[in-house]
């Protein structure tokens, strides 16, 4: 009986497609187990705001306030956006950022020259789901002389 001998190309070759193949699998299936323990660690948040008057000087200005909280408990150092809209066609612009103090709370001043409706934005992070708040309706600020 005559042996089947393949030529040293034919072997190293074959040995290489099947080295890569295996390595590709490996790799594609830690891909999709790392994706899928990423989205089960995301805390789910919820983003509270109320508003409140207060006088400065001789006019008086809105404090717009907020908690950003997860499993009931304040998320502390996140940035969190006030966001703002008027007129009849309205769209979401930025009005400020500020950072969530230890308990989670954050606070804007506004003085709004025309009815305007807010909100406050957390974008998430790594281990924080986004959220935002319910959006509240200020009147114009009357100047008191």
Known sequence: MRANR?????????????????????????TVASAATAHAKLAATHLSVKN?????????????????????????????????????????????TATTAANGSVTFTVAPAAKTQFKLVFAGDASHRKSASNVITLKAIRKKH
């Open 6 to 30: 393949s030529s040293l190309l034919t072997r190293i070759g074959s040995g290489s497609l099947v080295g890569i193949l295996a390595a590709g699998g490996i790799m594609a299936s830690a």
């Open 52 to 96: 409140k008057v207060v006088a400065r000087a001789h006019h008086h200005a809105d404090a717009i306030s907020g908690v950003l909280s997860a499993r009931h408990k304040g998320v502390a150092g996140e940035t969190v956006k006030l966001e703002s809209r008027t007129g009849k066609k309205p769209r979401w612009v930025v009005a400020g």
